[in-house]
């Protein structure tokens, strides 16, 4: 098979993608540099600062060193989750160079990005859960108020039944982003990102 050749022009469809890489790879990479200097202080600030009763506010308080035990339990993980947070975004940010600046390995480095980014969002979800399971447990009836779910339709719900809603949830994103994983293959390894590439079409 003849190499790619360097694009002679940017369709939108390209540029679209392109952006969508740059604002993903940049938020997983800062939010990997985050989390790899301080899991706690990450873990902390996903308590919502929002008003609540003083009996609320002291809960939450007495969970905080309960969170910081969970986030010690899973300090290796983490620190895998943020290493691999930080590598994926220069994988897509440096692939998202390459197809900005029409190189002939773009198209390659953007195949290579989606594959990485399937891995990375499936390779995720089982410490979530875990998390989530263990944080349900630490925090008690108050878990859906402490975090800031308190709704009456979340809160009302038996703590088995807000850790599935939690994990649809986990589960929902990570769809999305693998989602958007697979708009990559289907642009950049079907017919238009090999016309662009100037690569022979696969006969059906």
Same mark, same amino acid.
């Given at each position: ?88 975004? @220069? /994988?897509? *940010? ?7 600046? %029409?190189?002939?390995? #773009?198209?390659? +480095? ?71 994983? @697979? /708009?990559? *293959? ?7 990102? %090999?016309?662009?590439? #100037?690569?022979? +079409?696969?006969?059906?």
């Amino acid at each position: 098979m003849p190499p790619a050749q360097a694009p002679t022009h940017r369709p939108a469809w390209m540029l679209v993608l392109a952006a969508t890489m740059l604002l993903y790879g940049g938020w997983t990479l800062v939010g990997g540099m985050l989390l790899l200097r301080d899991p706690a202080a990450m873990a902390r600030h996903k308590i919502p600062n929002v008003p609540r009763a003083p009996a609320a506010q002291e809960a939450v308080r007495a969970f905080e060193p309960a969170l910081d035990a969970i986030v010690a339990r899973h300090q290796v993980g983490l620190r895998v989750d943020a290493v691999a947070s930080i590598v994926f975004g @220069l /994988l897509t *940010l440096y692939a998202v160079a390459a197809v900005l600046s %029409r190189d002939r390995h #773009g198209r390659l +480095l953007a195949l290579l990005t989606a594959v990485c980014g399937i891995v990375y969002q499936l390779a995720e979800l089982p410490l979530n859960s875990s998390i989530v399971k263990e944080t349900s447990a630490a925090a008690g009836p108050r878990f859906a108020e402490i975090l800031g779910l308190g709704s009456e339709a979340f809160g009302a719900r038996s703590p088995a039944e807000q850790i599935a809603m939690l994990e649809w949830a986990i589960a929902l994103a990570a769809a999305v982003e693998v989602g958007w994983c @697979l /708009l990559l *293959l289907i642009y950049f390894g079907g017919r238009r990102g %090999r016309e662009l590439y #100037g690569l022979p +079409l696969r006969r059906s």
